[in-house]
T-cell receptor, first 115, second 115 residues
Framework: NAGVTQTPKFQVLKTGQSMTLQCAQD?????MSWYRQDPGMGLRLIHY???????DQGEVPNGYNVSRSTTEDFPLRLLSAAPSQTSVYFC??????????????FGNGTRLTVT | AQSVAQPEDQVNVAEGNPLTVKCTYS??????LFWYVQYPNRGLQFLLK??????LVKGSYGFEAEFNKSQTSFHLKKPSALVSDSALYFC?????????????FGSGTRLLVRP
């Protein structure tokens, strides 16, 4: 049971470059989300999706795009990388965030450095 | 504003001693509360949750948490700490934000258990 799989594990970008962080889950979860983790700030929600074809913004969406064409995949795109986007990114999924009971399942993260 | 506070950046405890990691919350309505643990270079793992009912909830790895409505707290506890419990712990609350439920995380508390 793979759970939530994120690729790559590490990435270094130059300012202005674009890239896509991949996230896939094999648990048939409706809800998927992207967080960034910065020291002393906990986790902040970037974007989320409550099902295929549906996405919405979280707390810190600027500079990021998402799409949800399938239940399994939820890629995060950095349009033009900036040093402020240096962070650890986590993808998380749950059966349904709407019923509030479902704990989130996290991937192992992507550590991104923008120079 | 809906929020979660973890007042201690780090908690130090000797192996075999009881441990407490503190969490307080501010949310409208009935709180749905969670604890997650993060080991180095890994994603967060669900430990336990409070939805309703008994104020003392038990979770994975011998951890438990006590919900106190009057003090708006949800402290994580363990009767006897292990060195392997050393990790980063996050408290989270499910809150209604912009017409949908989202998980709001605290800033995290690093637990260090000395042999």
């Amino acid at each position: 049971n793979a759970g939530v799989t994120q690729t790559p594990k590490f990435q270094v970008l130059k300012t202005g470059q674009s890239m896509t962080l991949q996230c896939a889950q094999d648990m048939n979860h409706e809800y998927m989300s992207w967080y960034r983790q910065d020291p002393g700030m906990g986790l902040r929600l970037i974007h989320y999706s409550v099902g295929a074809g549906i996405t919405d913004q979280g707390e810190v969406p600027n500079g990021y795009n998402v799409s949800r064409s399938t239940t399994e995949d939820f890629p995060l795109r950095l349009l033009s990388a900036a040093p402020s986007q240096t962070s650890v990114y986590f993808c998380a999924s749950s059966y349904s965030i709407g019923n509030r009971n479902s704990p989130l399942h996290f991937g192992n993260g992507t550590r991104l450095t923008v120079t | 504003a809906q929020s979660v506070a973890q007042p201690e950046d780090q908690v130090n405890v000797a192996e075999g001693n009881p441990l407490t990691v503190k969490c307080t919350y501010s949310v409208s309505g009935n709180p749905y509360l969670f604890w997650y643990v993060q080991y180095p270079n890994r994603g967060l793992q669900f430990l336990l949750k409070y939805i309703t009912g008994d104020n003392l909830v038990k979770g994975s790895y011998g951890f438990e948490a006590e919900f106190n409505k009057s003090q708006t707290s949800f402290h994580l506890k363990k009767p006897s700490a292990l060195v392997s419990d050393s990790a980063l712990y996050f408290c989270a609350v499910s809150a209604l934000v912009d017409s949908s439920y989202k998980l709001i995380f605290g800033s995290g508390t690093r637990l260090l258990v000395r042999p």
